[in-house]
């Protein structure tokens, strides 16, 4: 009889033991379950709140505007490349037109200027206006380098003259000569010898020499 009482006993401990795990278990479960929902319910919250809302949509909005930057400077790159080849295949063609008829009879360069030397005779102005209408002018003397170039053709008008004020030499740019060094030895002399020419193979061969004479000229163009 005993015995009998005494498993009665132990089994019920046992129940009772399960049932006391059961019933921790089923709070841990709850417990967790009641973390989880405060969890989600404040992190809804914070979703809904005005400010975060307000922040996400001015970042959506300045990343829009950083797209739409970034798109216009591409674009406005693109055109003012596509401008500049336009402009610049226009030029080329220009240049090209222009020393077509500079050199339609002929032409030679010299450092950054191209030279028409005419095989014909003309006074002072008729020379000077042939170069004009090439798109030119009588050539202007700016070294000493371009000086030795022109004085291999002996016998050819520049543009250089004194018609203005006697005795103040210009050339045809309206600049006023500031050396002497290109002088032959005595010139200028004479008053009525307004133009100046090219004399002898020599690298001072300036000559003044009346703007009536015929002679032949050396027209300049700018590269």
């Not at 950083?66 to 401008?83: E, P, R």
């Not at 002929?106 to 006074?123: A, D, L, R, V």
């Not at 090219?198 to 027209?219: D, F, K, P, V």
Request: glycine content about 6%.
């Amino acid at each position: 009889m005993r015995e009998i009482v005494f498993n009665a006993a132990e089994e019920s401990d046992e129940a009772v033991e399960r049932m006391t795990v059961y019933e921790v278990e089923d709070y841990h479960k709850g417990h967790n379950s009641s973390l989880n929902a405060g969890r989600a319910l404040r992190q809804n919250t914070l979703d809904q709140q005005p400010g975060r809302t307000s922040f996400r949509a001015v970042a959506v909005c300045l990343a829009l505007l950083c797209i739409l930057l970034l798109a216009g400077i591409i674009g406005l790159g693109i055109f003012t490349l596509q401008n500049y080849n336009t402009i610049w295949t226009e030029r080329r063609k220009e240049i090209l037109d222009e020393l077509s008829s500079f050199c339609r009879d002929g032409c030679t360069s010299f450092n950054n200027s191209f030279y028409y030397i005419s095989s014909e005779t003309k006074n002072w102005e008729d020379s000077r206006q042939d170069c004009k209408e090439r798109g030119a002018d009588l050539v202007i003397v700016n070294s000493k380098e371009e000086q030795a170039f022109i004085s291999s053709y002996p016998q050819h008008w520049i543009g250089l003259n004194d018609r203005e004020d006697e005795g103040t030499w210009k050339w045809v740019d309206g600049s006023v000569l500031n050396s002497t060094v290109f002088w032959r030895k005595g010139e200028p002399s004479g008053r009525v010898k307004d133009c100046v020419g090219t004399l002898y193979r020599e690298l001072s061969n300036w000559n003044a020499i009346s703007c009536t004479s015929l002679r032949s000229w050396i027209c300049e163009k700018l590269d």
